[in-house]
């Protein structure tokens, strides 16, 4: 079955410390992976994806994700994380189709930034 | 550069009034089309998706309904609003065909309370 796990609900680091956020997926052919920011009242916002070549895509904000076909990962790390990097990320991953549309998302882990 | 808007920003509704969210993309041409809905703490849920003018899949039976008049504009309904309606709406919208990445531009959302 197609779906994208995000095992982290909540994940709280110290400023200047470096993150890891997990995304699993299950799907049956390489797929086009996504990560997306959304900050309390707002939209999501595209941090980066991959769809093909080198498996360590650098995205906005300093942020970096790495497709592991052999774990079916794509983790998105940050050396150093900033107080303003608190939000809710979300993974997702597709194309699908049908009546779920292009892409499934995972269930999103909110960062928090202790100071 | 496309654009998408979603109005308006926030809404107080009373139980058992009608409701209408509106979302319009430009600068695109077919897009698929997305409402999703966020409770608190319970991520993305999918309502509606729509490749085309008058095409509307919907992911869960609930309250409300979607329609397309018109190839770029999207809108979320219900005749009777119930306090269970309450959450933030996103709308999104998508490119299609071989060229598309399929990755997804979310509008600002909707804030919605239904007292």
């Known amino acids: 079955a197609q779906s994208v796990t995000q095992p982290d609900i909540h994940i709280t680091v110290s400023e200047g410390a470096s993150l890891e956020l997990r995304c699993n997926y299950s799907?049956?052919?390489?797929?086009?992976l996504f990560w997306y920011v959304q900050s309390p009242g707002q939209g999501l916002q595209l941090l980066l994806k991959?769809?093909?070549?080198?498996?360590l895509v650098q995205g906005i904000k300093g942020f970096e994700a790495e497709f592991k076909r052999s774990q079916s990962s794509f983790n998105l790390r940050k050396p150093s994380v900033h107080w303003s990097d608190a939000a809710e990320y979300f993974c997702?991953?597709?194309?699908?189709?049908?009546?779920?549309?292009?892409?499934?998302f995972g269930k999103g882990t909110k960062l928090s930034v202790k100071p | 550069s496309q654009t998408i808007h979603q109005w308006p920003a926030t809404l107080v509704q009373p139980v058992g009034s009608p409701l209408s969210l509106e979302c319009t993309v430009e600068?695109?041409?077919?897009?698929?089309l997305y409402w999703y809905r966020q409770a608190a703490g319970r991520g993305l849920q999918l309502l509606f998706y729509?490749?085309?003018?008058?095409?509307i899949s919907s992911e869960v039976p609930q309250n409300l309904s979607a329609s397309r008049p018109q190839d770029r504009q999207f809108i979320l309904s219900s005749k009777k609003l119930l306090l269970s309606d309450s959450g933030f709406y996103l709308c999104?919208?998508?490119?299609?065909?071989?060229?598309?990445?399929?990755?997804?531009?979310f509008g600002s959302g909707t804030r919605l309370t239904v007292v």
């Open positions: 999104a919208w998508s490119g299609t065909g071989v060229l598309s990445d399929y990755g997804y531009t």
């Open positions: 799907y049956g052919a390489t797929p086009y």
């Open positions: 991959y769809f093909s070549g080198d498996t």
């Open positions: 997702a991953v597709g194309p699908y189709g049908g009546s779920q549309g292009n892409l499934i």
């Open positions: 600068g695109t041409s077919n897009p698929n």
């Open positions: 729509s490749v085309g003018i008058g095409q």
